[in-house]
């Protein structure tokens, strides 16, 4: 008989998660799943991708509705209840939460409530919402613990007046001003979004410019969007301190001497493996100097038995990209062969305007020694970015000198969407002739590709 409870135990139940267990489950495996909160669906679903995207929408709609202001005379309220800018969250995060614990439940996957922690490598103590602890072994543990925020030095957060991104959308009312500390993701997308509702937000960076990892064509378009919506990025800037004053404000000091005062600040310095708790030691396990879970390409630890997936490993700390390594990790813990993981990860940043970008961009592409030659489309040169009245929407593709399509960089609204067919087009070898070649829905944001691919083809050599 196997002394182990289960063949594969897996700590967390965010997407990483998940997919982890439905894969090994689908396997004919006994699984296990511990979630430390009564729900399903990790801080993905309660504090972060979830919340965010459907305060986002409100936001879109709103923007939408000041564009017509003349016809439909719509004004947002001072002091606008945040409870009604996310009126549907509820009922999203239920239907979530019911349809991730029915595809467990169906695959015949154990869900276990409580906090786990290592006693050993194969072996996993989880303590119950009352102080019961129990310990469970299992052949091969996946940790898909998720992440949480990363908490800077010189900003006292309260949770109140000082948020970080998972108290960010407890605030009762919508501020008149807000501090947003930081130029990644996060930041943006927060700091867009709110600036869309009315607030007047100051986003915070020690770099030059933010999403530094981004095109910088691209990130310029971002930031005249985010001017246009009343924001203001202050970059180069350094943080002394920040703190309530007791009364109405926080205060935030630079090192220039510089002082703002707003409603709330946002502290969006990134985030951190969730860890703690988890005694990695007793697994044989520890942190690298980053903080994360160090793997192979197979997500295996140190320690064969014990896979990570997700945030805790670190970039690129997509929902995406967790649930694939998820699966993969799963897979290969069961001896099961998935290949290769994909390297056509599509990135998507849900700020106002949408980023997205696939392969390489033209500072990447240009790396690589290779002759680049770029195609731009600016929606407000395509029909139906002129109907929807999208502006500040560009999509640029970098190709080779023969015209082979490298990567696809998109701002504007619509853009996590329309990169898949620039991933599709990376998967299958596409050349700039072949968007060129092909017809696209007339009026449609889609067009933008035969547009930019038009402007390669015409470099290409005869």
Not at 375 to 392: L, N, P, Y
Request: a negative charge; aromatic letters at 4%; one cysteine or more.
């Amino acid at each position: 008989m196997n002394a182990y409870d289960f063949d594969l135990l897996v700590i967390g139940s965010g997407p990483a998660g998940q997919k982890s267990a439905i894969q090994a489950a689908k396997a004919g495996r006994r699984v296990g799943l511990v979630e430390s909160d009564r729900r399903l669906g990790g801080a993905c679903v309660y504090r972060g991708t979830i919340p965010s995207k459907s305060l986002r929408e409100s936001a879109l709609r709103i923007l939408h509705l000041r564009r017509h202001q003349a016809l439909l005379g719509y004004e947002l309220k001072p002091g606008q209840e945040m409870a009604a800018l996310i009126s549907n969250l509820q009922a999203v995060t239920l239907a979530h939460d019911g349809f991730i614990r029915a595809q467990l439940e169906r695959n015949g996957v154990h869900c276990l409530h409580g906090r786990a922690s290592f006693v050993a490598p194969d072996r996993v103590q989880v303590e119950g919402l009352r102080g019961e602890k129990t310990v469970h072994g299992a052949a091969q543990v996946i940790i898909a613990s998720g992440s949480l925020p990363r908490r800077a030095e010189a900003v006292p957060v309260d949770h109140e007046h000082i948020l970080d991104s998972d108290s960010v959308l407890s605030m009762l009312y919508l501020p008149e001003s807000m501090v947003v500390l930081g130029g990644g993701i996060i930041a943006c997308e927060y700091a867009s979004v709110f600036a869309s509702l009315g607030v007047k937000v100051a986003m915070i960076d020690r770099y030059p410019r933010p999403l530094g990892f981004i095109d910088g064509e691209i990130v310029e378009r971002f930031l005249h969007g985010f001017a246009c919506a009343g924001g203001e990025f202050i970059g180069s800037a350094q943080v002394e301190a920040v703190r309530w004053d007791g009364v109405s404000r926080v205060l935030t000091r630079l090192a220039d001497g510089r002082e703002l005062a707003c409603d709330k600040l946002l502290s969006a310095a990134g985030r951190v493996a969730n860890v703690g708790g988890l005694n990695l030691a007793a697994a044989g396990l520890e942190l690298t100097a980053t903080g994360h879970i160090a793997v192979n390409a197979s997500c295996q630890t140190a320690v064969p038995t014990i896979y990570a997936v997700g945030d805790v490993i670190g970039p690129p700390a997509l929902a995406s990209a967790s649930m694939e390594q998820g699966r993969r990790a799963s897979a290969h813990a069961l001896g099961i062969d998935l290949g290769a993981l994909g390297a056509m990860i599509p990135m998507g940043i849900y700020a106002i305007p949408e980023i997205s970008s696939v392969g390489m961009d033209e500072a990447a592409a240009a790396k690589t020694g290779v002759e680049v030659l770029v195609g731009r489309a600016k929606f407000e040169e395509i029909a139906r970015g002129q109907i929807s009245g999208i502006q500040d929407g560009l999509l640029k593709l970098v190709a080779d000198r023969d015209g082979k399509l490298l990567g696809a960089q998109i701002v504007g609204e619509g853009a996590t969407e329309l990169i898949h067919i620039a991933q599709m087009g990376l998967l299958g070898g596409f050349r700039a002739e072949d968007f060129v070649e092909n017809i696209f829905n007339f009026p449609t944001l889609a067009e933008a590709y035969r547009v930019a691919a038009l402007q390669i083809t015409a470099q290409l050599p005869p």
